[in-house]
């Protein structure tokens, strides 16, 4: 007995360090690109899109919008107070959900992170960010065009807490690292020993059947197994390079990827008080729809 719970122990030691020396350096480089943008673009980032106003782009926007969501480092927590600043300066509902929303499936480091998944999830898991904002900006546009009609409620919250404010630039980039570390290394360390516990004990042909061959099945349940699991960018990435490896189809790893974020439990509440209980319930309807349609889109054309 005592043997085999050696041999276990071992076994889940050497799948750990494996994971974890095949994905550290682009978590941890992602954490510094993450806190470079956040301490010297930010900013820049806000006046940008602030600035946008200025040109009448009209539904046109939500393209920039949605580009400067991508490029923004923040988490949901920071998102939804930023969008809020942006709509008591009058900026429209299309280019703040456009925002909101890319802002919410992709940032910088998760762009960094999934560069270990391979080129082709990577370009996908960028254009899926993209087109999610693009077409959430379109369709309030369409459907929240009366201006008496609001699709966010943003009453509850005030302007943003900049807590990058260190005289030193260094201590600033320092401090704003070690916060970023601290917040995602718990997860971090959970996902992979999840994928290690998964690739031990979970034989990789029940993935390749569970994810891979059986194509709709499997974009439905990668689409739902995307929220729970779906700790933080850097934790998912291990779950998903062992699926992967398994025999787990590129576009349920598409249908993940993007539900995950966008539904991610600890993010709900927060969307909720912002949107309100009709406008969350077509949030998650549109989330989910979105995530499993562009699974669908992968699998069956390529």
Same mark, same amino acid.
Request: proline letters at 4%; a positive charge; glycine letters at 10%.
């Given at each position: 007995?005592?043997?085999?719970?050696?041999?276990?122990?071992?076994?889940?030691?050497?799948?750990?360090q494996?994971m974890?020396?095949?994905?550290?350096?682009?978590?941890?480089?992602?954490?510094?690109?993450g806190?470079?943008?956040?301490?010297?673009?930010?900013?820049k980032?806000?006046?940008?899109?602030?600035?946008?106003?200025?040109?009448?782009?009209?539904l046109l926007?939500?393209?920039?919008?949605?580009?400067?969501?991508?490029?923004?480092?923040?988490?949901?927590?920071?998102?939804?107070?930023?969008?809020?600043?942006?709509?008591k300066?009058?900026?429209?509902?299309?280019?703040?959900?456009?925002?909101?929303?890319?802002?919410?499936?992709?940032?910088?480091?998760?762009?960094?992170?999934?560069?270990?998944? @391979?080129?082709?999830a990577l %370009?996908?898991?960028? $254009?899926?960010?993209f #087109? /999610? &904002?693009?077409?959430?900006?379109? !369709?309030?546009?369409?459907?929240?065009?009366?201006?008496?009609?609001?699709?966010?409620?943003?009453k509850?919250?005030?302007d943003?807490?900049?807590?990058?404010?260190?005289?030193?630039?260094?201590?600033r980039?320092?401090?704003?690292?070690?916060?970023?570390?601290?917040v995602?290394?718990?997860?971090?360390?959970?996902?992979?020993?999840?994928?290690?516990?998964?690739?031990?004990?979970?034989?990789?042909?029940?993935?390749?059947?569970?994810?891979?061959?059986?194509?709709?099945? @499997?974009?439905?349940?990668? %689409?739902?197994?995307? $929220?729970?699991?779906? #700790? /933080? &960018?850097?934790?998912?990435?291990? !779950?998903?390079?062992s699926?992967?490896?398994?025999?787990?189809?590129?576009?349920?790893?598409?249908?993940?990827?993007?539900?995950?974020?966008?539904?991610?439990?600890?993010?709900?509440?927060?969307?909720?008080?912002?949107?309100?209980?009709?406008?969350?319930?077509?949030?998650?309807?549109?989330?989910?729809?979105?995530?499993?349609?562009?699974?669908?889109?992968?699998?069956?054309?390529?």
């Amino acid at each position: 007995m005592l043997e085999i719970l050696v041999r276990e122990i071992n076994f889940f030691v050497f799948s750990f360090q494996a994971m974890l020396s095949q994905i550290f350096f682009y978590w941890i480089f992602g954490m510094v690109l993450g806190s470079l943008i956040s301490v010297f673009g930010k900013k820049k980032l806000n006046a940008l899109f602030r600035s946008l106003q200025e040109k009448h782009l009209g539904l046109l926007g939500i393209i920039p919008a949605s580009i400067i969501g991508i490029a923004s480092p923040l988490c949901m927590f920071g998102t939804i107070p930023i969008t809020a600043s942006f709509a008591k300066n009058g900026m429209g509902e299309d280019w703040l959900a456009a925002f909101m929303m890319s802002s919410i499936i992709l940032n910088p480091q998760l762009i960094f992170f999934s560069v270990a998944l @391979g080129n082709a999830a990577l %370009t996908i898991r960028i $254009v899926g960010g993209f #087109l /999610c &904002g693009i077409t959430a900006g379109l !369709l309030v546009h369409i459907f929240y065009k009366d201006r008496g009609k609001k699709f966010f409620n943003f009453k509850s919250f005030g302007d943003v807490e900049d807590r990058d404010t260190d005289p030193s630039l260094v201590l600033r980039f320092l401090k704003n690292l070690f916060r970023n570390i601290k917040v995602t290394a718990p997860a971090f360390v959970i996902g992979i020993t999840i994928a290690a516990l998964f690739e031990r004990y979970v034989p990789p042909d029940f993935v390749a059947g569970f994810f891979g061959r059986h194509r709709g099945f @499997g974009l439905l349940m990668a %689409t739902s197994m995307g $929220v729970p699991l779906h #700790l /933080c &960018g850097a934790a998912s990435i291990p !779950l998903l390079i062992s699926w992967m490896h398994s025999g787990m189809s590129l576009g349920s790893a598409t249908a993940f990827m993007l539900a995950g974020p966008a539904m991610k439990i600890t993010n709900l509440g927060a969307l909720k008080i912002v949107m309100g209980g009709k406008a969350f319930a077509i949030y998650i309807a549109y989330a989910f729809l979105f995530a499993f349609f562009m699974g669908f889109l992968v699998d069956f054309s390529i």
